[in-house]
């Protein structure tokens, strides 16, 4: 069964700070491995998804790197924003006809104006 | 981009009442929806996972029973909470995925239970 771990639970960092989330699963086995963001109260916006065959993707400000041998994800987010504060989730997809996303605690990120 | 709908986002309800959830995928066909539950602090829970035109497959320690799960057409699923008690109480999350579209979420339904 897939287990999905962030680390740190919570972050929190000064205005254009540079700062990276971890993100390890335990079966190497996946089919991608989605970013997302969610805000108090509400649902989840997606940000990066890697591909299995991919090692990184990258949009905007973001970075996601993926190393399936390690079963290890980071998201890197440059200078940071007030407006980036939120939780942050990622989720691994088994793929194999289901699509079932396997999704850890998520990381809540506070950046300080 | 793609978008779902759900509603309502937020219930507030006496207990033994039946509430609907619904989800809809407003710009591409849902083949599969899913309905995960969020406790505070906590992950995603997947409750069920629905295709089009068959019965959903729960997740063990799930109740069939009390969350009746329907996906009739493409475009809408609906959950309801049957007999609802405060331990029902909590944030409800659909996602719907078709063809080549990864899943999509809803804004989620803050379900409390009086």
């Known amino acids: 069964k897939q287990e999905v771990t962030q680390i740190p639970a919570a972050l929190s960092v000064p205005e254009g700070e540079n700062l990276v989330l971890n993100c390890s699963f335990t079966?190497?086995?996946?089919?991608?491995l989605q970013w997302f963001r969610q805000d108090p109260g509400k649902g989840l916006t997606s940000l990066l998804l890697?591909?299995?065959?991919?090692r990184e993707q990258t949009s905007g400000r973001l970075n996601a790197s993926l190393d399936k041998s390690s079963g290890r994800s980071t998201l890197y987010i440059a200078a940071s924003q007030p407006g980036d504060s939120a939780t942050y989730l990622c989720?691994?997809?088994?793929?194999?006809?289901?699509?079932?996303?396997?999704f850890g605690k998520g990381t809540k990120l506070s950046v300080i104006p | 981009g793609a978008v779902v709908s759900q509603h309502p986002s937020r219930v507030i309800c006496k207990s033994g009442t039946s509430v609907k959830i619904e989800c809809r995928s407003l710009?591409?066909?849902?083949?599969?929806m899913f309905w995960y539950r969020q406790f505070p602090k906590k992950s995603l829970m997947l409750m069920a996972t629905?295709?089009?035109?068959?019965?959903?497959?729960?997740e063990q320690g799930v109740e069939k029973d009390k969350f009746l799960i329907n996906h009739a057409s493409l475009t809408l699923s609906t959950l309801t909470v049957t007999s609802a008690h405060p331990e029902d109480s909590s944030f409800y999350i659909c996602?719907?995925?078709?063809?080549?579209?990864?899943?999509?979420f809803g804004d989620g339904t803050r379900l409390s239970i009086l």
């Open positions: 996602s719907a995925r078709g063809g080549s579209q990864p899943q999509h």
């Open positions: 079966d190497s086995a996946i089919y991608n």
């Open positions: 890697i591909q299995s065959s991919q």
């Open positions: 989720a691994a997809d088994s793929g194999a006809g289901s699509y079932q996303l396997t």
């Open positions: 710009d591409f066909q849902a083949t599969t």
């Open positions: 629905s295709n089009e035109g068959s019965k959903a497959t729960y």
